[in-house]
């Protein structure tokens, strides 16, 4: 029976279709997890922009909207180029895999830069005051505090964000290799479809974050 | 020794009493369970242990009568304690309004505590007998928790808000006081007592002064003016901020159409952080008195404006 | 491990013990049996480490006073066992050593459907697991495994990031393996194994899984969020910076209060098979176990709000939790209800795992009931925070979930081992471990409701007589693990060979070799008939039970 089998069908699984359907319940899953992950952050966040609005509102407009909707819609094709590759290795075209999972990595660093930019726009600030949360932190209201809070909000979430796109980076980095080497056509493509859909996911995590921070509390 | 002989410990207020019917109903309920359930087990080993390796029992019918009638009779039992247990929490919740309030401060490791006389103590709270107390409760450092076991009552001490504990001792003696939230190196140490004497001893006690001569109202009210909270908060019309005298305890108009009631936590977060809640009608100008006043002394602050509730 | 090697000295069948004997083959396994038998005996170390802390301590407790150690040294030593228990012992006991060692070949399945995933597992768990220890050795963790805001952010003078770090990246563990165990048994099991078809161990496992998956996320997030606090002084949980504490409190026991269902869903499954085997026919009730589970894995998610009645917390939020939390009792004792029915007119045989699984429910019918004093708001005012809830969940996570493990141990060991044990000696054992456990914690909740706090280290005297009855019943718990040790590690060499099905049981794993080979069975098993087919030979082949034929008839 095993002599019949495929190099990439795993020795456990009876046939493909198993294999294929276990990859995507598996990644299923895995993204529930994540939802409950950054849930609790979710929730850490209602909770205290229910306590203190005003703080919630100015925090906001220290962010750099442009910036912010930059990466939005990079992120956005970011996903398309990610659906796309997924396509290519479901049709078998292995320079299309390659091609798309490239333009991918691409996207996604530049949405790391452009984070990075405004990461460091509040580490060295040009203002009198301070947003980095910790023992540095300054700002000229009665609500400091709750500012700090505020910032302790955006860094973590954004931070946590981020973290999630340099592994999917490193991930997708690792297929662009396979693909070049043509591990990937339409009988086996399990790996590219469920970093697709790692990959979408984290980018709807950022669709919540972008209005949640950037834009909720203005006017 | 007596600890291995009685079930329940000391009871000292009215209120433990009713605790312990409650833990009585269901110690009787589970003690039946246990026996019920012990005596099938022992029962069925002995009646149809193994005789034979021969032995090929017929397989279980599926229904689910047994499952259905005993689920809804526990059911109802546990209502029964779910019911129970919710009106004393109810009772535990409601201080009586003529409740004599005490103020506590818990820190590592020490409960400091103040009479309305303004009388202090530490570790050993002075409380009559037949007269309703309510501990308006807050911490300087981590969470603590003040617990009485001969009256059965609890509750967390927390940073930066307040709880509250009411218990109406019946008779006098000693007991303990113990802080049941770990809260560092010293948690055990956080302990004490709670005597309860005559009201004409507690009376002799709490009016000896000594050098503490203010009364929590009294130092408010000396706050009050020391930290020039009175230059704006004052009765005429062209006061900056809002009076403060019959506040306590009424909703309040905030600046973006909501109400807010006017309560420990309300006043103590307009001192410390005045921007957060604008009363409607005033700029907010109220500079923040974080780090200028201490725990105590928001407390005999609160204190005093309670004290105006009235007016 | 190298006790491995020894094992399969005299036998000659290829089995997954002696297919290959070198050490990395054991580190580089992609074969979840050997994986299981890697986490058996590494959980068996954290299981000694956090016992050991706990002797000290409770010797340390027989007198009111302190006398081998100083107070943070205490702290640190009961905050040492919490977190080793809990984290590297009970939450991943049964699931990652038996549920890992079973699912494939309970489902006849040559595998999980990530192997890699799995072994990945393990590292992680050892990683997390050295981390946590470190931790205790650099400067020791004096926050109690629960972790309070602000005094673990703020305020504690020990190694909390390192800790925090530790239980962070064990999640992950579980996470692993409880996402593994899904996948397998929706999409790997053997032809003919319908859902219902399934044993209840895999459905206990199922669900435990469920929870594992729901739960684990949010307390790693919290961890997260403690972790920022603590390093970079974000101000999230600390009220001097506007920060509420009492959130903390809800994120933790969102996971942890499920996570008493990961310890205690598991020990229910192999009680299930246990009394099954030992009453030599179907479970009473199969349906109504499963759905129980199920059950409970779900309300677990709903009743967190009990553990704060008094931090706080609204009236209204205390009487839902209160309220929320009596619907848990009722499929839990509906599980014991079956059980007891199961061995009305079976065929009982007290043998050392069934000893395990009567003291199972022995001393979860007292947990369980006890639970009841916690759930009831007024009692629980009183009851919170003292040695009467340390002796509620000791009943239901030692005496339930660590005399399930056991039971599940001595009833799987010789297909894990391919040996048996001496039966006298582990009896023995078991009703050692009983008494001692009991003379532990009975104790307890007589401290308890005479308003004896949690986590003291000093201790008013009138209290002292309970204490050490208490402490002499933890060295007589010790004395059994001890014998039972002994025994075990002593079977691997002088057990004699076990054969297919020591026990004459019914279920997938009992109809191949013990020890199994390496891709579980020669051919995939085809599933003719029902769970617990006791009156056919075996669950594949459609031949009547010999004896059972002769008794029918």
């Known amino acids: 029976m095993s002599d019949s089998k495929p190099s990439y069908l795993a020795h456990h699984f009876d046939h493909l279709e198993q294999q294929k359907q276990s990859a995507t319940l598996g990644i299923w899953l895995f993204l529930i997890t994540e939802v409950m992950f950054f849930g609790g952050l979710f929730l850490g966040y209602i909770v205290y922009r229910g306590l203190y609005p005003e703080a919630w509102h100015t925090g906001s407009e220290k962010l750099n909207v442009i910036l912010g909707a930059i990466n939005t819609v990079v992120l956005i094709f970011s996903s398309l180029t990610m659906a796309l590759a997924v396509h290519g290795a479901q049709t078998g075209s292995r320079k299309k895999t390659a091609n798309f999972l490239l333009a991918t990595i691409i996207l996604g660093s530049i949405f790391l830069g452009i984070k990075a930019i405004e990461y460091h726009a509040k580490f060295f600030p040009t203002t009198d005051y301070n947003l980095i949360p910790g023992a540095n932190f300054s700002y000229p209201a009665a609500y400091a505090d709750q500012m700090q809070l505020f910032f302790s909000f955006y860094f973590t979430m954004t931070g946590m964000h981020a973290i999630h796109m340099v592994i999917g980076i490193g991930i997708l980095i690792w297929l662009y290799v396979k693909a070049l080497q043509g591990t990937y056509h339409e009988n086996y493509y399990n790996p590219v479809e469920v970093t697709g859909l790692y990959w979408h996911f984290v980018d709807i995590v950022w669709i919540f974050l972008f209005p949640l921070l950037y834009l909720i509390g203005r006017h | ?311 | 491990m190298s006790s491995a090697t020894d094992i399969n000295a005299g036998t000659t069948a290829k089995n997954y013990l002696n297919e290959k004997i070198t050490v990395s083959s054991w580190l580089l396994t992609l074969d979840h049996k050997r994986i299981a038998v890697l986490y058996l005996v590494s959980l068996l170390a954290f299981f000694l480490i956090g016992g050991l802390a706990a002797l000290v301590f409770r010797i340390e407790l027989m007198t009111p006073e302190a006398d081998i150690l100083r107070s943070e040294t205490y702290n640190k030593f009961f905050t040492t066992h919490g977190i080793v228990m809990i984290f590297f012992f009970l939450i991943p006991s049964i699931p990652a050593v038996l549920g890992n060692f079973l699912v494939p070949v309970m489902i006849g399945a040559r595998d999980f459907a990530f192997p890699k995933i799995n072994l990945a597992s393990w590292y992680v768990f050892m990683f997390g697991g050295v981390l946590a220890l470190v931790a205790t050795i650099a400067g020791g963790v004096e926050t109690g495994w629960t972790f309070y805001t602000p005094y673990s952010t703020m305020y504690a003078n020990s190694a909390v990031i390192l800790a925090v770090c530790g239980a962070f990246i064990a999640g992950f563990s579980s996470i692993m393996t409880g996402l593994n165990f899904i996948v397998t048994i929706h999409k790997m099991r053997a032809p003919g194994l319908t859902w219902f078809r399934l044993p209840l161990f895999i459905w206990a496992m199922y669900a435990t899984a469920i929870v594992i998956l729901l739960g684990t996320p949010v307390v790693a997030i919290t961890l997260v969020m403690i972790f920022v606090e603590r390093a970079f002084g974000f101000g999230i949980f600390d009220p001097s910076l506007g920060g509420d504490p009492v959130l903390f409190q809800h994120l933790f026991w969102f996971y942890s209060h499920p996570a008493v269902y990961i310890m205690i869903l598991p020990a229910m499954g192999v009680v299930s098979e246990l009394i099954s085997c030992f009453s030599r026919r179907r479970l009473y009730g199969y349906k109504v176990i499963v759905f129980s589970s199920l059950a409970i894995a779900v309300i677990g998610f709903f009743v967190w709000g009990h553990h704060m009645f008094v931090s706080s917390q609204s009236t209204f939020a205390g009487m839902t939790f209160s309220f929320l939390t009596f619907f848990v009792a009722v499929p839990t004792a509906l599980k014991m209800l079956n059980w007891i029915m199961t061995l009305h007119k079976g065929s009982v045989s007290l043998s050392s795992p069934m000893l395990y699984a009567f003291g199972f429910l022995g001393l979860f019918v007292i947990g369980g009931l006890t639970g009841l004093f916690l759930s009831t708001l007024a009692t629980d005012i009183h009851l919170h925070d003292t040695y009467f809830v340390v002796a509620h969940f000791h009943y239901v996570m030692v005496g339930g979930g660590v005399m399930g493990f056991l039971g599940g141990l001595h009833f799987w060991w010789p297909k894990i081992t391919g040996k048996t044990y001496p039966e006298g000696w582990a009896i023995f054992a078991a009703i050692v471990i009983f008494i001692g456990f009991n003379l532990t914690f009975f104790p307890q909740f007589q401290l308890g409701v005479h308003g004896m706090p949690r986590r003291y280290h000093v201790y008013p005297e009138e209290f002292q007589v309970l204490h050490i009855a208490s402490s002499t019943g933890a060295m007589v718990l010790g004395f059994g693990y001890l014998v039972m040790a002994v025994y075990l590690i002593g079977s691997l060499i002088t057990g004699k060979p076990a054969g297919k099905n020591p026990w004459n049981a019914r279920g997938l794993e009992w109809e191949t070799d013990s020890p199994p080979p390496t891709h579980n069975f020669h051919e995939t098993p085809v599933v003719r008939h029902p769970v617990y087919a006791y009156e056919y030979a075996s669950e594949t082949s459609d031949e009547p039970d010999v004896t059972s034929e002769k008794n029918h008839v």
């Open chain 2, 1 to 311: 020794m007596n600890l291995l002989f009685t079930l329940l410990p000391e009871q000292a207020t009215e209120y433990a009493k009713q605790v312990d019917s409650l833990y009585m109903f269901i110690y009787v309920v589970s003690v039946l369970f246990v026996a019920l359930f012990v005596g099938l087990i022992i029962s069925f080993t002995l009646k149809y242990r193994r005789k034979s390796e021969d032995e090929r029992p017929e397989p279980p019918h599926e229904h689910y009568t047994l499952e259905l009638v005993g689920g809804a009779f526990l059911l109802v039992l546990l209502m029964v304690m779910f019911f129970w247990g919710a009106k004393l929490y109810f009772v535990a919740q409601r201080p009586p309004a003529d409740a004599m309030e005490v103020l506590v401060t818990g820190k590592q490791w020490m409960w400091k505590l103040q009479h309305p006389s303004g009388k202090k103590e530490i570790n050993t709270l002075h409380i009559p007998v037949g007269r309703a107390v309510k501990l308006s409760m807050t911490s300087e450092d981590v969470i603590h928790s003040f617990f009485i076991p001969a009256f059965r009552v609890k509750n967390d001490v927390l940073p930066g808000r307040y709880t509250q504990l009411w218990f109406k001792p019946e008779k006098e003696g000693t007991f303990h006081l113990f802080c049941t939230e770990y809260c560092g190196t010293e948690h055990s140490r956080m302990i004490g007592f709670v005597k309860v004497m005559s009201e004409d001893a507690y009376e002799r006690w709490t009016n000896n002064l000594g050098d503490e001569n203010e009364t929590p109202v009294q130092a408010g009210e000396r706050l009050f003016s020391e930290l020039g909270c009175m230059v704006c908060h004052r009765a005429d019309s062209g006061a900056l901020g809002p009076n403060i005298a019959g506040v306590f305890g009424h909703q309040v108009e905030l600046v973006d159409g909501t109400s807010v009631l006017a309560d420990e936590d309300y006043i103590r977060e307009s001192i410390l952080n005045p921007h957060a809640k604008i009363v409607a009608g005033y700029a907010p100008i109220m500079p923040t008195f974080q780090g200028v006043i201490n725990e105590e002394q928001l407390g005999h602050i609160i204190a005093y404006i309670k004290s105006l509730a009235n007016h």
